[in-house]
């Protein structure tokens, strides 16, 4: 029969790791909250009427003329917003992603559903 191995004690010169929470500032947390959340209801916005431009766009000149206005708004997206007085500097790259991201799936939604019936003849 297999003889099991005796485990050799751990040595109590080691320190032990006391993990310390940083410090949390619920003020500074909720004023970026805010500042993101407003800057996220003007992208809603921008991308809602810009959409609707873009169905006129394509009942009068055609399908690129609105994937035009898409891609020149995409691009155009962070410029808008320092209009408005949003620094884009201070925001994490992650949230201004979802920023650009809501933008172009909120335009190709309000583009779409209005070139449906009832909004399209």
């Known amino acids: ?8 004690p751990k040595k109590k010169e080691e320190e032990e790791y006391e993990f310390v929470p940083p ?8 004023e970026t909250d805010i500042y993101t ?5 003007v992208t809603v916005v921008l991308a809602m009427v810009l959409g609707v431009f873009a169905f006129f ?5 055609g399908v690129m003329a609105g994937f035009l ?13 320092q209009v408005f007085r949003f620094n884009i500097a201070e925001i994490e790259k992650k ?3 979802g920023n650009y991201l809501t933008f ?4 190709l939604a309000v583009w779409i559903i209005a070139l449906n019936p009832p ?3």
């Not at 029969?1 to 050799?8: F, I, L, Q, W, Y």
């Not at 959340?37 to 209801?41: F, I, Q, R, S, Y």
């Not at 766009?57 to 000149?61: A, G, P, R, V």
């Open 1 to 8: 029969m297999a003889k099991k191995k005796r485990r050799a």
């Open 23 to 30: 410090e949390f500032d619920e003020r500074e947390f909720l």
């Open 37 to 41: 959340t407003k800057m996220l209801g």
């Open 57 to 61: 766009l394509h009942e009068l000149m």
């Open 69 to 81: 206005l898409l891609l020149v708004s995409l691009g155009a997206l962070g410029t808008v917003l």
């Open 95 to 97: 949230t201004l992603l």
């Open 104 to 107: 172009l799936f909120l335009f």
């Open 119 to 121: 909004f399209s003849p």
